[in-house]
C-alpha cells in the first residue's frame, strides 16, 4: 500500500495511482526496463518498488536523481541512469532484461536484398516495408538517379557500367510500361455504376503497379520501419554485420549509433567482444555452408525447374488425430496419450470434433484455437521473388530460402502480354540476368542486386496448422496478387489431401481473377474515410 507521500511522489510517473493496469511515462526506458527487472525479484508491486526502491531517499536510485531532465521536481541524470540499470542488468539476467526496453526506428534507402535480411529477423521485431503496391518507383532523384542501390564491391570489381546499364533498362521499362498498362486494364476492367472514381483509380494504379514491379531489380530503394526490444535489435545489428554486404555493415552502424541514442543500455553487448564473437560466429557458419555445398553439388547439375510450384514434402499423419486429443486437453482430466489413441480408434470422432470446432467460424479473422498448432507441414514453394516478399511477411513459421539468381527464369504476367509488351518486357529481364551472370563470377553474394522480383525463387516453409489456416485464407483474397493467390490455393489444396477435415474448414477465395482486385477494399477504406470525417 502506499502512503500519501508516495503516492504524491510517483503520480508524474505512473498514468494511474489505483488501478490494476498502469504504465510508466516520464521515465526513461533504462528506468522502466530496471524496474520491471527487479519486479521480478520482488514481493512489492511496481508502483511501491518505483516509490521505496527507484525513487525513495537512501537508496542506490538516487544517484541518478541529478540531471537534466525534470519531472516533478525530480532530476534524472540519463548517463548516471544508464549506469544504474547495467547494474540491474547484470545482477537479474541480461537477455531477458534487455527485452524491457524497445523503441521504434526507421531504415531507409536500403535494398530489398538488406530489407529481406532484417525481417527475417521475425522475433522481437515488428517491420512495415515500403509499398511497391502503392507506391511507383518511377521517379528520379535530384541526380537524376533512379532509386536503386549500388553496391561499392561491384564498383571495386570493375561491373559499374554492365551494372547500371541493366538497372536502368529495368527502371526505363518500368516506367515506360506503368501507364499503358492501366489504359489497358481501363479496357479490360471498366468502371461500375457502383464504384467511386477514387476507388476505382486506385484499384488501377494498385494493379499495374503489381504488375510492372515483376522488373523491379532487388536493389530497389526501400524504407522498413521497425518496432523492437534491445534484444532483438542486437541479435538484427549482428546479422547484418555477418552478411557479407557493405551495406549491411554499414547499415549495422547506422542502427548502433541510433540505438546508442535511444536505448543504449539495451544494446551495449553489440560493441563487446562477445558481440564480436557472435559476429565471427555467424559469418563462419556462412562460408561453412558455401563450402560445403561446394563439395556436395556438382557445378554441372543444372536447375530444371522453371515454374511456380507447391509441393507439401512432409507432413504429420496422425495430424487430425493429434488436432482433435489437444482440442480435449483443456476440458479433460486425462493424459493426452490416452485421448490421441481414443481418437486412433474411433475417426469419425475425429471429424466430429475438428467440425464442431470449425462450423461456428464466419470470417478468417475468426482464428483456430491453438490445439490446431499441434500438426505441422513442410512445403517447399517456388514462385516469382515478389510473391516471396508478400509470403515472407509470414512470422509465425519457419522460413529458408535459396539465393535470388536468374537460374529459374522468369513470370511473364499475362496483363503484360494482354498490352502486347511482352518483348519489351523481355529484353530488360534478359539484360538483367546477363548483368546477375557477368558479376556472379566475381561478386555472387553482390549478383544478386541484379535480379528482378519477376524471377523465380525456392523456399521451404515449415509451419503449424494454424499458420496454414491464416496464411491460406488471408493470401487467397481477391484483393491479392494472383501469384501468391495461387500458392495459397495450392497450399490448401495439398492439405485437404491429406487432412481433409481441416481442409474442409477452411476460407479459401478460389474465384476473383477475372475481376479488379482492390476495387473493393478500395471502396471500403473510401467508406471509412467518410464515416471518420461525418459524412
Not at 302 to 320: N, P
Not at 428 to 441: L, V
Request: net charge neutral; proline share 4%.
Amino acid at each position: 500500500m502506499l502512503t500519501p507521500e508516495e503516492r504524491s511522489r510517483i503520480e508524474p510517473f505512473v498514468t494511474n495511482l489505483d488501478s490494476s493496469v498502469f504504465g510508466f511515462q516520464n521515465l526513461p526506458s533504462v528506468i522502466s526496463g530496471a524496474l520491471f527487472g527487479r519486479y521480478s525479484r520482488s514481493e512489492l508491486g511496481a508502483r511501491e518498488l518505483l516509490a521505496r526502491e527507484f525513487l525513495g531517499e537512501g537508496q542506490e536510485f538516487r544517484d541518478a536523481l541529478t540531471g537534466e531532465l525534470n519531472v516533478g521536481g525530480i532530476r534524472i541524470d540519463p548517463a548516471k541512469a544508464e549506469g544504474f540499470f547495467s547494474r540491474v542488468l547484470d545482477q537479474y539476467g541480461d537477455d531477458s532484461v534487455a527485452e524491457l526496453g524497445g523503441t521504434a526506428i526507421a531504415v531507409e534507402n536500403i535494398s530489398n536484398v538488406l530489407a529481406k535480411i532484417i525481417e527475417d529477423r521475425r522475433i522481437g521485431l515488428s517491420p512495415l516495408e515500403k509499398s511497391t503496391r502503392y507506391v511507383r518507383f518511377d521517379r528520379k532523384d535530384a541526380a537524376g538517379e533512379y532509386p536503386y542501390v549500388v553496391d561499392p564491391d561491384i564498383d571495386r570489381a570493375g561491373h559499374t557500367e554492365t551494372y547500371r546499364t541493366a538497372m536502368n533498362a529495368l527502371f526505363d521499362t518500368y516506367t515506360a510500361l506503368i501507364d499503358p498498362l492501366m489504359e489497358e486494364l481501363k479496357i479490360r476492367f471498366p468502371k461500375k455504376d457502383n464504384q467511386s472514381d477514387g476507388a476505382y483509380r486506385g484499384a488501377l494504379r494498385g494493379q499495374a503497379c503489381d504488375v510492372v514491379r515483376y522488373l523491379l531489380p532487388m536493389s530497389t530503394k526501400t524504407n522498413v520501419g521497425l518496432v523492437g526490444n534491445g534484444r532483438a535489435f542486437e541479435y538484427l545489428m549482428y546479422h547484418l554485420r555477418a552478411c557479407g554486404l557493405a551495406e549491411g555493415a554499414r547499415i549495422a552502424k547506422e542502427i548502433d549509433d541510433t540505438l546508442g541514442f535511444l536505448i543504449p543500455a539495451f544494446v551495449r553487448r553489440a560493441k563487446t567482444d562477445r558481440g564480436q564473437g557472435n559476429v565471427d560466429y555467424l559469418a563462419s557458419l556462412f562460408q561453412k555452408q558455401k563450402c560445403l555445398i561446394s563439395q556436395l553439388v556438382s557445378d554441372t547439375i543444372k536447375e530444371r525447374e522453371h515454374e511456380a510450384t507447391v509441393r507439401l514434402i512432409d507432413f504429420d499423419r496422425d495430424g487430425e488425430q493429434k488436432i482433435a486429443a489437444a482440442l480435449c486437453y483443456d476440458h479433460s482430466d486425462m493424459p493426452y496419450a490416452q485421448t490421441k489413441e481414443f481418437f486412433a480408434a474411433h475417426p469419425e470422432k475425429v471429424a466430429e470434433m475438428i467440425a464442431d470446432i470449425l462450423i461456428p467460424r464466419k470470417h478468417r479473422t475468426h482464428k483456430p484455437p491453438r490445439a490446431f498448432e499441434h500438426t505441422q507441414y513442410l512445403f517447399e514453394i517456388t514462385c516469382d521473388i515478389g510473391a516471396f516478399r508478400d509470403l515472407h511477411r509470414h512470422r509465425m513459421l519457419t522460413q529458408q530460402r535459396q539465393g535470388y539468381t536468374t537460374l529459374r527464369g522468369y513470370a511473364i504476367p499475362q496483363d503484360i502480354k494482354n498490352a502486347g509488351k511482352e518483348g519489351e518486357y523481355a529484353r530488360a529481364m534478359d539484360t538483367a540476368a546477363s548483368a546477375y551472370e557477368t558479376i556472379k563470377r566475381d561478386l555472387p553474394l553482390q549478383a544478386q542486386y541484379c535480379v528482378p522480383f519477376g524471377f523465380l525463387i525456392r523456399f521451404i516453409f515449415r509451419m503449424n496448422a494454424r499458420e496454414a489456416y491464416h496464411l491460406c485464407e488471408l493470401r487467397s483474397t481477391i484483393q491479392g496478387h494472383p501469384s501468391y493467390r495461387y500458392v495459397a490455393q495450392e497450399m490448401a489444396r495439398e492439405i485437404a489431401k491429406v487432412h481433409p477435415n481441416l481442409g474442409k474448414g477452411m476460407m479459401i477465395t478460389w474465384d476473383g481473377y477475372d475481376e479488379l482486385a482492390r476495387v473493393a477494399s478500395e471502396m471500403r477504406q473510401e467508406q471509412k474515410a467518410r464515416s471518420r470525417a461525418g459524412l
